[in-house]
């Protein structure tokens, strides 16, 4: 399969996400709350598409050493929960780029309710060619997206670019062990859209082709493993919403493919990691 059909699949596979910007309006809503009334402290408890919500940015936030003067760019921004949440909680400038426009849109929406718009911006875009001049971020981060992507050495040269030197990369993501098999890669492919998942070795080889230096690598494997088991109920708690939005039958196949995920982090053939690198000056 090509490239592009792998971007293609990604593609409809958020579109077809079971969380959505309109899932995350109605969730606010079942609260009482009016849109009016939305503000950034109240989306930030439905918005976060990545493992351990707003203390896992928080974690990232504390590694990348994020300042108000920060020029930061979101890899993979989905929904811009974390784009949001570190703008307010910094005062610094995000923009977010994303493959998917519904979750650019969505994105864009939910950043007009939270009324940051003025300091969050959401681009619609591919990460292995970015729309961007070079070295105009000071910090690039990512969560649970680059597993997605096709082509790591081309993505986190992509990166190297438009960071300044000095500038830095911080972020989590889905990685294998040694024994992950062709059926199982195949399989998470086919259900969860990851392609050409890492290691924290190949990566620690594409950052250093780049020119970018590891600072720090910290393992989430066990954390995620929790987590993961948590989600997979939370995804089922969603399943009346997911079927009347989009069928029994695409429920049941994320459901299935879903708990295969977790199974593999369950017998350890998937990991996870914070890996933090730096541009040179
Ligand atoms: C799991 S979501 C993560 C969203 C966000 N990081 C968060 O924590 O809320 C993954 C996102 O990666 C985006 N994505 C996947 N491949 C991409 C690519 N090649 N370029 C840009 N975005 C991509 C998808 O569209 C999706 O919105």
Redesign the pocket.
């Known amino acids: 399969m090509t490239h592009d059909h792998r971007?293609q699949a990604?593609?409809q596979f958020?579109d077809f996400h079971p969380l959505s910007a309109r899932q995350i309006f109605d969730a606010v809503a079942a609260r009482g709350i009016t849109r009016d009334d939305i503000s950034e402290s109240i989306l930030q408890e439905h918005?976060?598409?990545?493992y351990g919500g707003t203390a896992a940015v928080d974690r990232l936030m504390a590694q990348a050493q994020v300042n108000s003067g920060d020029r930061v760019l979101?890899?993979?921004?989905?929904?811009?929960?974390?784009a949001r949440y570190i703008a307010w909680k910094t005062g610094c400038h995000v923009t977010g780029?994303?493959?998917?426009a519904s979750?650019v849109d969505g994105a864009t929406e939910l950043t007009a309710a939270a009324k940051l718009g003025s300091q969050v911006r959401f681009v619609h875009?591919?990460?292995?060619a970015m729309p961007f001049p070079d070295a105009i971020f000071s910090l690039a981060i990512?969560?649970?997206?680059f597993a997605?992507?096709p082509d790591k050495p081309r993505l986190v040269g992509e990166i190297a670019r438009v960071l300044r030197p000095g500038g830095r990369l911080v972020y989590s993501d889905i990685l294998h062990r040694p024994g992950l098999t062709e059926v199982d890669r195949t399989r998470l492919f086919d259900g969860m859209r990851f392609s050409e998942i890492a290691s924290v070795d190949s990566y620690s080889i594409f950052l250093r082709d780049v020119g970018l230096a590891i600072v720090r690598i910290v393992d989430l494997t066990d954390e995620w493993t929790r987590i993961l088991v948590e989600r997979h109920a939370m995804y089922r708690s969603l399943e009346a919403q997911t079927v009347a939005r989009l069928g029994r039958e695409h429920f049941e196949r994320y459901d299935q493919a879903y708990a295969h995920f977790v199974g593999l982090y369950r017998t350890g053939m998937l990991a996870g990691a914070l890996i933090h690198a730096r541009k040179p000056d």
């Open positions: 971007l990604v593609e958020y918005d976060q598409d990545h979101d890899v993979c921004s989905g929904l811009g929960g974390p780029l994303d493959l998917t979750r875009g591919n990460a292995l990512g969560q649970e997206a997605h992507i």
